[in-house]
C-alpha cells in the first residue's frame, strides 16, 4: 500500500485532498494538529509515533527525525540494495510528503512576538523531510503548499502515480521554499546580532511576489515587483494604493526614487517632482500647497507626465492645484477624505498612501549587476562639515539653501548640478560626462532665476571654468565637497570673483 506523510500548519484543502488520498488506497501518516484534524474530519490516519516506535518529545521539537521516516523517504527504489536494507529493519517506504513550514514570517510580523516564540517557529523536522523527498522525487512526490494537491489527486487518479515531470517540478518547488525560509531566518538574524552585511562572507536574499507587472522598462520586456517579507516602514512594500491604474515597472521605480528624496526632508513640509528617476524639482515650504506651487512653478514642462511626493498629509488645497496637470502618481503619507475625492476624479492617477514615510534607516542598499550583486551603505552623510573656503562668506539665507541644494544634489545623477533659491531646486543638471556640461544643463534650465541662486555640485570642481560660467550665469553661493589637487583654482577664481564658497568634503557620486 503507498503511504503519505501529512503534516502541515496550513490545513487549507487537507480534508479533501486526504479523502481523494484514501479513496486511491494510500495509507495517511500524520502529526499533532494534523493528525487530529484528519480524524475528526473521518479520515482515517496513523500517527508518527505508530511508526517510529517513539513518542515525540522536548515539547515537539523531535517527532519525525527518526530512521524509520527518514530512510522510507530516502531510499532509492531501484536500488536492491536500498530496498533489501528497508526490508531488513522492517521499514516502509513513503511516497509522498506532504509538508508547509512552520509560520516563521507569521510569528516575525505578529505584534508583540517574543524572541523565544521566534525561534521556536524555526522548524526543523519540516525542511529536512521536504529536502529528503524532493531529493529523491524520482520515487517521492515533495508538497510543501496546497496548491499542489490537485495536480497530484489528477496524476494519481489518471495515472495510478504522479508522474515523472511533476515530481521533478515539485522538487524545484520545495528547494526554493527551503532556501527562501532559511534566508529569512538569516537575514533576520543578521538584523537581530546588528551584523555588518558587507564582511559576511555569504549572503541571502528572500523576497515575496507581490505583482506581476504587465512589462518591464519597455513593453517587450517581461517584469515582477517583489518585495522583502520584513519590509521596514515607509516604503512601497508597505504601500497603500487608495486609486488609479495598477502600478507599472517604470512607475515603481519612479516612486521609489521620489520616496529617497523626500525621506532627506524630513524638518519641513516638502514636496518633490520625479521623472525617469530624476528630481524635476525640489521644494521646502511652511505648507505643502506651497511647496507644491513652488515645484510647479521651477519647472512645469518636466512635471507633466511625472510623480510627485510628499512628506506631509495632502490636503483638499494642494489636490487641487494639481488636478489640472496629468501626474501619474501622487504619494503622501496621508490624504484628506477631500483629497482623495478630488484626486480619484481622475481614474487613471495612481494614489499611493505610504505611511511612516519619514522613517529611513533601511541598512544596505543593494544593485544587480551581471552575475554579481553591488552592496554598500547608504549615503547619508551630508557633509562633515560646512568651511567658508573664500574671503567672503555665505549669508544665513544663502547657508541655508546651499545646504537644501547639496542635499538635492544628492538624488541626481552623476555628474551632477543643483540650481536653488529659497529652498526649491529651479536647475538641474544630471548624469553628465562632465561637470560644466552638467552645470550649463542646470544654468540653462533655471533661465534667470539663477541670477541670485545657489549652486551645489556633487563632487569637486576639478577647473575653475564651472566658477566661471556660474558667475556669468549670476549665481551668488557655491558648495561642493573639495578635494581636487586643483582647489585652490576655483578657490582663487571665486575670491577673484566675490561668490562665496564652501567645501563639505563629502562627495556624493550617484552612479
Request: net charge negative; with cysteine.
Amino acid at each position: 500500500m503507498p503511504r503519505a506523510l501529512i503534516s502541515v500548519s496550513d490545513k487549507s484543502g487537507l480534508a479533501e485532498f486526504g479523502k481523494k488520498l484514501v479513496e486511491n488506497n494510500y495509507e495517511i501518516v500524520s502529526t499533532g494538529g494534523t493528525l487530529k484534524f484528519l480524524l475528526d474530519a473521518g479520515i482515517p490516519a496513523i500517527g508518527v509515533e505508530d511508526v517510529t516506535g517513539f513518542a515525540e518529545c522536548l515539547d515537539g521539537r523531535v517527532k519525525t527525525l527518526h530512521p524509520k521516516i527518514h530512510a522510507g523517504i530516502l531510499a532509492i527504489r531501484s536500488n536492491p540494495s536500498h530496498m533489501a536494507t528497508l526490508e531488513e529493519l522492517g521499514i516502509d517506504t513513503i511516497d509522498i510528503v506532504a509538508v508547509n513550514l512552520y509560520p516563521f514570517k507569521a510569528t516575525v510580523q505578529k505584534q508583540g512576538s517574543t524572541f523565544e516564540e521566534i525561534i521556536e517557529n524555526i522548524d526543523i523536522g519540516g525542511p529536512g523531510m521536504l529536502r529528503a523527498a524532493a531529493k529523491n522525487f524520482e520515487s517521492v512526490a515533495a508538497i510543501c503548499s496546497p496548491d499542489s494537491y490537485d495536480i497530484v489527486i489528477k496524476e494519481i487518479e489518471e495515472y495510478g502515480e504522479v508522474s515523472h515531470k511533476t515530481k521533478l517540478e515539485l522538487a524545484k518547488k520545495v528547494f526554493t521554499e527551503t532556501a527562501y525560509y532559511d534566508s529569512m531566518i538569516s537575514n533576520f538574524l543578521v538584523e537581530m546580532t546588528d551584523s555588518n552585511l558587507l564582511l559576511e562572507e555569504k549572503i541571502t536574499m528572500a523576497y515575496d511576489r507581490k505583482q506581476e507587472l504587465r512589462y518591464g522598462e519597455n513593453p517587450h520586456q517581461n517584469a515582477a515587483f517583489f518585495v522583502d517579507p520584513f519590509a521596514k516602514p515607509g516604503c512601497l512594500a508597505s504601500m497603500e494604493q487608495l486609486g488609479g491604474k495598477a502600478l507599472s515597472f517604470n512607475n515603481i521605480a519612479d516612486a521609489n526614487a521620489a520616496l529617497e528624496v523626500i525621506k532627506s526632508f524630513t524638518s519641513e513640509p516638502t514636496c518633490v517632482s520625479v521623472k525617469h528617476q530624476s528630481p524635476c524639482s525640489i521644494a521646502s515650504a511652511d505648507d505643502i500647497a506651497t511647496a507644491y506651487r513652488k515645484v510647479y512653478e521651477a519647472d512645469p514642462v518636466s512635471i507633466f507626465g511625472g510623480i510627485v511626493a510628499m512628506n506631509t498629509v495632502c490636503d483638499a488645497g494642494t489636490a487641487d492645484l494639481m488636478k489640472d496637470t496629468f501626474l501619474e502618481i501622487v504619494i503622501a503619507p496621508e490624504f484628506t477624505p477631500e483629497a482623495i475625492e478630488i484626486l480619484q476624479k481622475k481614474q487613471d492617477l495612481r494614489i499611493l498612501k505610504i505611511a511612516d514615510i519619514d522613517f529611513n534607516s533601511y541598512g544596505f542598499k543593494h544593485r544587480s549587476v551581471l552575475g554579481g550583486l553591488l552592496v554598500q551603505s547608504p549615503d547619508d552623510v551630508l557633509y562633515e562639515s560646512l568651511e567658508v573656503k573664500t574671503k567672503a562668506a555665505p549669508t544665513d539665507g544663502q547657508l541655508a539653501d546651499l545646504v537644501f541644494a547639496m542635499k538635492c544634489s544628492v538624488h541626481l545623477k552623476s555628474n551632477a548640478i543643483a540650481i536653488a533659491k529659497d529652498k526649491t531646486l529651479i536647475g538641474a543638471g544630471p548624469g553628465q560626462t562632465n561637470r560644466i556640461g552638467a552645470l550649463q544643463i542646470a544654468v540653462s534650465q533655471a533661465s534667470e532665476k539663477a541670477k541670485g541662486a545657489v549652486l551645489a555640485s556633487d563632487a569637486f570642481f576639478p577647473f575653475d571654468d564651472c566658477v566661471i560660467a556660474a558667475n556669468e550665469a549670476g549665481i551668488a553661493a557655491i558648495i561642493q565637497p573639495g578635494g581636487s589637487n586643483r582647489d585652490i583654482d576655483s578657490i582663487t577664481k571665486c575670491n577673484e570673483l566675490n561668490i562665496p564658497m564652501v567645501f563639505t568634503s563629502v562627495r556624493h557620486f550617484l552612479h
